[in-house]
């Protein structure tokens, strides 16, 4: 039996349909699967039980990247195919049965759209696929573990427009490890998240945070992980802030307690997903203003609040490894 799941180019929108993914794994335990995505989120699936195939798709002019997966998979019967692009693909190939997602409501959350698809309602959680050797490469890069928490921080996002102030995140970990993370056998490390070409943006939260905590608190995997092995790491977190991202998606989806922050972005399509996920939204700006200035306008105060809340609220620690 064969499933040809084809899922998004960012990677924050092909997080939030790993549930429905996920969901098929379970529900047929004899398919094997060929997921096409953008290169960005290819990674993302490089742990998926029984599959064939990850088709990374590279934007090409004309739409050409359609017809190159096209080219690809024209050739197969599929007994299913699940396309989250509504693509022309795969009205073209051979399939006993189509699965189409076509823009969804957006008065509701795209997780609750995704799952109707399927017809699941509720909808099942995005999820990740990891393994043991995905793990160990995580206990890798987090170094020896000291028996304290991990707070993870996602500074950067894939414009400005969506970025809390360098200054605050750093702020924030602060507060946080000298506050409600203080409690610990150990003290409190912060992990810093982001792609290597966001480091600039991350280098002043590096910076301020080697300064009052010292290196050895610090661990720093910006440029170092691919987006499932991001998720190994922040699965060994006992909290995540971050922006509006892709990187916030996957915290979620490790089951990483996690709040995102948001300002110029819909965050009642884009929350972070789960029972132990939280969104903070920056007030409405003036007439005029940036994206930057609303989310400037979002106070340290408001962000450190809601967090030490959102671990108030969560019992399990550390949580339990999702189901590969």
Sequence with gaps: MRVLFITSTRLGDAVLTTGLLGHL???????????????????LFRAVPRLDEIIAMPKRRLAGHWLDLWRQVAGRRWDLVVDLRNSAVSRLVLAGRRATFRGGDDRQPKVVSL??????????????????????????????????????????????????????????????????????????????????AERPRCAPVLDALGAALGAGRVIDLVGRTDPLLAGACLERARLFVGNDSGLMHVAAAAGTPTLGL???TPSHLYAPWGSQARAVVAPVAEPGASPEARMAALSLSHVADAAAELLAQVTAYPHAHPVT
């Design 25 to 43: 794994v379970h529900q047929m335990p004899d398919a094997r699967f060929t997921i096409a995505c953008g290169p960005i989120a290819a990674p």
């Design 115 to 196: 799952g109707q698809v399927l017809g699941l309602e509720p909808p099942p959680n995005p999820r990740l696929f990891l393994n043991d050797a995905i793990r160990d490469e995580a206990r890798v890069l987090l170094g020896p573990d000291t028996g304290g928490p991990i707070l993870a921080l996602g500074p950067a996002a894939n414009w400005t427009g969506k970025e809390w102030p360098a200054d605050r995140f750093a702020a924030l970990a602060l507060r946080m490890v000298a506050g409600p993370l203080a409690a610990g056998p150990s003290p409190a490390r912060v992990m810093v998240l982001a792609a290597e």
């Design 262 to 264: 948001f300002g110029p």
